[in-house]
Nanobody, 124 residues
Framework: QVQFVESGGGLAQPGGSLRLSCVAS????????IGWFRQAPGKEREAVAC????????TYEDAVKGRSTISRDDAKNTVYLEMSSLKAEDTAVYYC?????????????????WGQGTQVTVSS
Protein backbone atom coordinates (compact mmCIF):
# COMPACT_ATOMS: atom_id res chain seq x y z
CA GLN A 1 0.00 0.00 0.00
CA VAL A 2 1.52 3.28 -1.14
CA GLN A 3 1.57 5.86 1.62
CA PHE A 4 3.31 9.11 2.45
CA VAL A 5 3.73 10.88 5.75
CA GLU A 6 4.84 14.50 5.56
CA SER A 7 6.34 16.41 8.46
CA GLY A 8 8.47 19.43 9.21
CA GLY A 9 5.88 22.13 8.76
CA GLY A 10 5.03 24.78 11.29
CA LEU A 11 5.44 28.48 11.88
CA ALA A 12 8.46 30.09 10.28
CA GLN A 13 9.73 33.66 10.14
CA PRO A 14 9.94 35.56 6.87
CA GLY A 15 13.44 35.10 5.56
CA GLY A 16 13.83 31.88 7.50
CA SER A 17 14.17 28.33 6.31
CA LEU A 18 12.71 24.92 6.89
CA ARG A 19 13.01 21.33 5.74
CA LEU A 20 9.98 19.23 4.98
CA SER A 21 10.21 15.45 5.06
CA CYS A 22 8.13 12.91 3.17
CA VAL A 23 8.51 9.33 4.39
CA ALA A 24 7.23 6.81 1.87
CA SER A 25 6.04 3.26 2.41
CA UNK A 26 4.77 0.56 0.10
CA UNK A 27 7.30 1.39 -2.62
CA UNK A 28 10.86 2.62 -3.07
CA UNK A 29 11.33 6.32 -3.72
CA UNK A 30 14.36 5.65 -5.93
CA UNK A 31 12.15 3.86 -8.47
CA UNK A 32 9.64 6.63 -9.18
CA UNK A 33 9.31 10.37 -9.56
CA ILE A 34 8.22 12.19 -6.40
CA GLY A 35 6.75 15.65 -6.36
CA TRP A 36 6.12 18.31 -3.74
CA PHE A 37 2.98 20.40 -4.06
CA ARG A 38 1.28 23.09 -2.05
CA GLN A 39 -2.16 24.55 -1.64
CA ALA A 40 -2.80 27.94 -0.11
CA PRO A 41 -6.22 28.91 1.24
CA GLY A 42 -8.59 29.74 -1.58
CA LYS A 43 -6.10 28.70 -4.24
CA GLU A 44 -5.60 25.66 -6.41
CA ARG A 45 -2.98 23.08 -5.59
CA GLU A 46 0.25 23.79 -7.43
CA ALA A 47 3.49 21.97 -8.08
CA VAL A 48 6.53 23.15 -6.14
CA ALA A 49 9.29 20.71 -7.03
CA CYS A 50 9.77 17.28 -8.50
CA UNK A 51 12.56 14.73 -8.71
CA UNK A 52 12.56 12.02 -11.34
CA UNK A 53 13.99 8.52 -10.99
CA UNK A 54 17.29 10.09 -12.01
CA UNK A 55 17.92 12.21 -8.96
CA UNK A 56 19.91 14.65 -11.09
CA UNK A 57 16.72 15.65 -12.87
CA UNK A 58 14.81 18.12 -10.73
CA THR A 59 12.24 20.75 -11.55
CA TYR A 60 11.12 23.74 -9.52
CA GLU A 61 8.21 26.11 -9.76
CA ASP A 62 9.40 29.61 -10.66
CA ALA A 63 8.33 31.13 -7.34
CA VAL A 64 10.65 28.82 -5.35
CA LYS A 65 13.46 28.37 -7.85
CA GLY A 66 16.82 29.31 -6.43
CA ARG A 67 15.72 29.02 -2.82
CA SER A 68 14.44 25.45 -2.70
CA THR A 69 16.06 22.05 -2.99
CA ILE A 70 14.40 18.68 -3.40
CA SER A 71 16.49 15.72 -2.34
CA ARG A 72 16.16 12.06 -1.52
CA ASP A 73 17.59 9.64 1.03
CA ASP A 74 17.12 6.19 -0.43
CA ALA A 75 18.18 4.42 2.77
CA LYS A 76 15.41 6.21 4.67
CA ASN A 77 12.96 6.03 1.76
CA THR A 78 12.40 9.73 2.31
CA VAL A 79 12.18 12.79 0.09
CA TYR A 80 12.94 16.26 1.42
CA LEU A 81 12.09 19.79 0.43
CA GLU A 82 14.33 22.47 1.82
CA MET A 83 13.20 26.05 1.45
CA SER A 84 14.99 29.24 2.41
CA SER A 85 14.28 32.97 2.21
CA LEU A 86 10.72 32.14 3.15
CA LYS A 87 7.97 34.57 2.22
CA ALA A 88 4.41 35.02 3.43
CA GLU A 89 3.23 33.70 0.09
CA ASP A 90 4.88 30.36 0.86
CA THR A 91 2.16 29.80 3.44
CA ALA A 92 0.26 26.67 2.40
CA VAL A 93 -0.30 23.02 3.08
CA TYR A 94 2.54 21.08 1.49
CA TYR A 95 2.04 17.60 0.06
CA CYS A 96 4.22 14.97 -1.52
CA UNK A 97 2.86 12.69 -4.19
CA UNK A 98 3.70 10.15 -6.85
CA UNK A 99 2.09 8.69 -9.90
CA UNK A 100 4.38 5.66 -9.81
CA UNK A 101 5.98 6.90 -13.01
CA UNK A 102 9.70 7.33 -13.51
CA UNK A 103 9.41 10.89 -14.71
CA UNK A 104 7.86 14.08 -13.39
CA UNK A 105 4.65 15.27 -14.97
CA UNK A 106 3.28 18.76 -15.48
CA UNK A 107 -0.21 17.49 -14.76
CA UNK A 108 -1.47 17.10 -11.20
CA UNK A 109 -3.83 14.40 -12.40
CA UNK A 110 -0.80 12.18 -13.08
CA UNK A 111 -0.11 12.00 -9.34
CA UNK A 112 -2.37 9.39 -7.83
CA UNK A 113 -0.93 8.86 -4.36
CA TRP A 114 -0.82 11.76 -1.92
CA GLY A 115 0.17 12.32 1.65
CA GLN A 116 -2.00 14.10 4.19
CA GLY A 117 0.03 17.30 3.99
CA THR A 118 1.92 19.46 6.45
CA GLN A 119 1.02 23.07 7.19
CA VAL A 120 3.63 25.76 6.65
CA THR A 121 2.86 29.24 7.92
CA VAL A 122 5.28 32.07 7.27
CA SER A 123 4.58 35.01 9.51
CA SER A 124 6.31 37.35 11.90
Amino acid sequence: QVQFVESGGGLAQPGGSLRLSCVASGFSVDLYAIGWFRQAPGKEREAVACMSINSNFKTYEDAVKGRSTISRDDAKNTVYLEMSSLKAEDTAVYYCATGLDRYCSDHLSAYTYWGQGTQVTVSS
